[in-house]
């Protein structure tokens, strides 16, 4: 069965870090773009950084600088170390694994950061 498993989500005061960890089994992980998406209520789900197949990770600016992103394809884990937190930064985070080739798409069931003014 194919899964995606994230974990570090916790509350921490601003200005604060977390790193967030994702764990993938079930499917050739090298095979699939790697994103870090995240979600608050009442808004859409948001791609917060993603690296395609070991190649250069991307970021939405509001976290450039701050956010970094690191995968492993030997232990098919990605973490998101999140530095200088902000309360804007609140949200449940979740890993995805998409393979647009393999018409395949994964997603963890999330984890929640919560970063206090």
């Known amino acids: 069965e194919e899964q995606l498993v994230e974990s570090g989500g916790a509350l921490v005061q601003a200005g604060g870090s977390l790193r967030l960890s994702c764990a993938a089994s079930?499917?050739?992980?090298?095979?699939?773009?790697i994103g870090w998406f995240r979600q608050v209520p009442g808004k859409e789900r948001e791609l917060v950084a993603i690296?395609?197949?070991?190649?250069?990770?991307d970021y939405i600016d509001s976290v450039k600088g701050r956010f970094t992103m690191s995968r492993d394809n030997t232990k098919q884990t990605v973490s998101l170390q999140m530095n200088s937190l902000k309360p804007e930064d609140t949200a449940v985070y979740y890993c995805?694994?998409?393979?647009?080739?393999?018409?395949?798409?994964?997603w963890g069931q999330g984890t929640q950061v919560t970063v206090s003014s």
């Open positions: 995805n694994a998409k393979s647009v080739q393999l018409e395949a798409e994964y």
């Open positions: 079930g499917f050739t992980f090298d095979d699939y773009a």
């Open positions: 690296n395609v197949r070991g190649g250069q990770t």
